[in-house]
């Protein structure tokens, strides 16, 4: 678990720009001086998509400035039956909400969630419970702030290392193999979502240390490789 952050890296204003001029092609939308929200998870039961919209729903209902882009298949088949673009009319998002174009049996190679990362202002997750949070810390690395519920990895991810903001839950329920779900506060996830809409400078904050916080403790060659062959070396004896 970790991230190469030579890969995932934040670029300056100029590249940033370039690259979203190109995502506005590809995506069919107008990214020039709007505030993108991407949401990187795939669509199972597990990840709330259908809570992550609703929350956008609200914060963008009076808003024109604002891109929603899902990470995610709308038709794979772990999504238990939710219709994604149906929601997404019924809410009145069809027209500020892409897809990023993965498919649920081949993802997009990662140079390019790399740079949906590098266009977007922030990353939002809704997810009932994550063992790790690739995404979460493939977005600090890149120095884009998450918003995640309060649950699981998110307190060792977000809450401790101020690289995003951590939302309360409404309630927690009982999911598949006698484990607790978490249902995440939509008010709150709002908030935070508007929270940082109007606080550049706490956004730019939050960059500064995700990058930080990926390098120290998450860069693959720097970290995560060298504890995995000291702890190889002792097993063996060697």
């Avoid at 995932?8 to 001029?21: A, E, G, N, S, Y």
């Avoid at 001086?33 to 795939?42: D, E, H, P």
């Avoid at 809450?159 to 978490?182: C, F, Q």
Wanted: glycine share 8%; net charge positive; hydrophobic share 35%.
């Amino acid at each position: 678990h970790g991230v190469d952050t030579k890969l995932f890296r934040p670029v300056d204003d100029l590249k940033r720009q370039d690259l979203r001029r190109k995502w506005s092609q590809l995506l069919g939308i107008d990214l020039t001086n709007k505030f993108v929200v991407l949401s990187v998870a795939r669509n199972q039961g597990r990840k709330m998509i259908p809570e992550s919209i609703r929350a956008m729903a609200d914060f963008a209902k009076d808003k024109n400035d604002v891109v929603f882009i899902l990470g995610c298949d709308p038709g794979d088949p772990a999504g238990g039956g939710i219709n994604i673009p149906r929601l997404l009319q019924s809410w009145k998002m069809s027209h500020y909400t892409r897809f990023s174009g993965t498919m649920y049996w081949r993802g997009l190679p990662d140079q390019e969630y790399r740079e949906l990362f590098q266009i977007s202002d922030i990353h939002m997750l809704s997810t009932s419970g994550e063992g790790f949070g690739v995404p979460t810390i493939e977005s600090a690395s890149c120095g884009i702030p998450s918003i995640v519920p309060d649950y699981t990895t998110t307190k060792e991810l977000i809450e401790d290392t101020g690289v995003g903001i951590s939302v309360p839950l409404a309630e927690k329920i009982m999911g598949t193999w006698n484990v607790y779900r978490a249902v995440v506060d939509k008010k709150k996830l709002v908030d935070a979502m508007e929270r940082l809409y109007k606080d550049e400078n706490l956004r730019k904050e939050m960059s500064r240390k995700g990058r930080e916080l990926a390098v120290k403790e998450y860069d693959w060659d720097l970290k995560v490789f060298p504890l995995w062959k000291k702890f190889f070396y002792k097993t063996l004896g060697v």
